[in-house]
């Protein structure tokens, strides 16, 4: 059982390294030929707005994905450093528990979202739920995670942190 | 009381350690729900949607991208060996060269952590070897990678820019002459202190034929600057545009002329870039709602009033705004505070007449002071963790390269012309 949780684990952190990647060269090769053609007179890209945003949108919510898993989304982290233990294991727990609330609206909210939105894209007439789905995709996700986050939280086990800085 | 609730609750949960975006995402939840009930819920994922879709933001994975590119692909060095070319000679050579290899970084990257963590680790190597101490290496290499948000190009800029609806090429050349005024205070403190402590001036480097290759290696780097400002500002391109541009110049030098950049690099700095994007991006998306419920709730009028009953002289406005951001900057992160705080700030300041770009580059500066402030200062962690100098020892050599920058703050703040004169000279109108 314990194998095959680590087996979907990783497969989640592979398909948001992979996804992330390819989202974000899609974004530089679609802007780039924006820019390029551009100086050639009378051809023009039309559309490309729309692939722009889906692929946007997919690289962030499946970036903060991978950042949920890794425990990796920044936090400040002092008062919970110098807090004693109990304190620490009530913090840990609180902050779970939140986690675990907002990425279960994410995941809920986002689904009724998804059934009444029905709409297309202007240009390219796409079918939009497969931009919005994004949010509610990577919030069920997230609700895994977290669930087990607070379960661990409340056996006292904290997570592994994988926090990385800013970027102002 | 309820406004109280809403704005004490989320910096509770911010310095309790929940995640930033979590936390502003939490706390629109809960105003949702409170005000109206659960079914105004789906108009949370519409706007945290929404959050994700403002084009000029797409400006953010390519800036970090062309900072990782340089970082990995030998431009950076190239950037330290002109600066030291230039001032290297002088007394504290090195520290000098430390603060103009961030002034011409800063032209390149957006980003004050790519600087302390790229240039940074040649920076405090090169220092550590010709005999500072690290401590003192350390602390200038924290605080010279501030300048580089407030030289454009600029992540932080381009995030105010969409939220607040301002031109980023204004916002982009209002930081010029801050940025060079940052540089040039941390400069003279760094002349006091190599006078009083004697240190080292660089080995000489006349124009000698090494000299001249250098320089002539590092000229096409040194060229970044001109492509991306050149190209926003001659209406070439959009400063979104300008970013691909960047990351794709940065690639070229990399890969086929500094030749160090290896095609097996690319997918672990490509990740690594939208990793970083996306820790940015998530909590922009999360303000979106709380953004949403603060307008909703009229918070930025009832601060408004709030301040207004303290005191309605200008320069006195301007002197507690600066304190509010100071002191939030010292605890929460930087872009978070942008996204908070501009809100909630923005509508005072044009109450009172402040030119909302010039409002910008002040609070921007705010954050770039909060990021070697401690206990929450981002730069000095990454600055300890890649000089193995503890936070105590740098935070210690931190306070008149602080004053410094706190002068220049406040020079910035009460002659708005050091900001504005640049944009209305090139032709970006006054927005009231």
């Known amino acids: 059982m314990m194998a095959l949780v680590d087996h979907a684990d990783r497969f989640v952190g592979q398909f948001c390294r992979w996804g992330v990647i390819l989202c974000l060269l899609g974004l530089f090769i679609l802007l780039g030929t924006a820019v390029i053609v551009r100086t050639i007179p009378f051809v023009s890209i039309s559309g490309y707005d729309e692939i722009v945003e889906f692929l946007f949108a997919w690289l962030t919510f499946l970036g903060a994905l991978a950042l949920w898993r890794e425990n990796g989304l920044y936090r400040v982290m002092l008062i919970e450093a110098a807090a004693p233990a109990p304190i620490r294991w009530l913090f840990g727990v609180m902050t779970q528990a939140l986690m675990l609330t907002f990425a279960l609206t994410l995941a809920v909210k986002g689904h009724e979202f998804l059934q009444y939105a029905g709409e297309r894209t202007p240009f390219l007439g796409a079918d939009k739920t497969w931009w919005y789905l994004s949010v509610p995709a990577s919030g069920a996700i997230m609700s895994i995670y977290s669930a087990i986050g607070l379960a661990r939280a409340i056996l006292g086990r904290s997570p592994q942190s994988s926090a990385t800085p800013g970027l102002d | ?432």
């Open chain 2, 1 to 432: 009381m309820f406004i109280a609730t809403i704005l004490i609750g989320l910096c509770t949960l911010i310095l309790f350690g929940v995640p930033i975006a979590v936390a502003l995402g939490f706390v629109a939840i809960a105003t949702m729900w409170y005000a109206v009930g659960p079914e105004l819920l789906t108009i949370f994922i519409q706007r945290i949607y929404a959050g994700t879709t403002s084009f000029p933001l797409l400006a953010i994975p390519f800036f970090i991208l062309a900072g990782n590119l340089m970082n990995t692909g030998g431009t950076t060095q190239r950037i330290f060996d002109v600066a030291h070319l230039i001032i290297g000679r002088i007394r504290g050579g090195l520290a000098h060269v430390n603060v103009l290899a961030s002034l011409l970084f800063a032209g390149m990257s957006g980003s004050a952590v790519a600087d302390a963590a790229g240039l940074g680790v040649v920076e405090i190597k090169a220092m550590k070897e010709a005999g500072y101490k690290p401590r003192f290496a350390a602390t200038l290499t924290a605080v010279s990678s501030t300048i580089g948000p407030i030289l454009p190009p600029s992540i932080p800029f381009v995030i105010y820019g969409s939220l607040a609806n301002v031109s980023v090429g204004a916002l982009f050349l209002a930081g010029i002459v801050p940025g060079l005024l940052m540089g040039l205070g941390l400069m003279a403190v760094v002349a006091v202190i190599a006078k009083r402590k004697g240190l080292p001036r660089g080995e000489a480097r006349p124009l000698t034929p090494v000299a001249l290759r250098i320089l002539a290696f590092a000229l096409p780097a040194l060229a970044m600057p001109f492509l991306v400002l050149g190209g926003i500002f001659g209406g070439i391109v959009t400063p979104t545009e300008a970013a691909v541009v960047a990351a794709a110049y940065a690639f070229i030098l990399g890969r086929f002329f500094y030749r160090e950049l290896a095609w097996s690099q690319l997918p672990e700095i490509v990740w690594e870039s939208g990793r970083q994007t996306a820790q940015v991006m998530f909590i922009i998306a999360a303000a979106a709602p709380f953004g949403w419920v603060l307008i909703q709730q009229r918070i930025p009028n009832a601060l408004l009033d709030a301040m207004f009953s303290l005191s309605s002289e200008p320069w006195v406005i301007l002197l507690i705004v600066n304190a509010v951001i100071l002191v939030l900057a010292m605890f929460i992160e930087g872009i978070a505070i942008l996204i908070i705080a501009f809100p909630v700030l923005l509508p005072i300041m044009l109450q009172i007449g402040v030119d909302p770009v010039h409002f910008g580059v002040i609070i921007v500066l705010n954050i770039m002071i909060g990021l070697v402030t401690p206990p929450v200062g981002l730069c000095l962690y990454v600055v300890s963790s890649i000089s193995n100098v503890s936070l105590s020892e740098i935070t210690r050599e931190l306070w008149p390269y602080l004053l410094a920058l706190i002068a220049v703050l406040l020079l910035i703040t009460y002659v708005p012309a050091l900001s504005l004169w640049l944009p209305h000279a090139l032709g970006y109108g006054v927005v009231r």
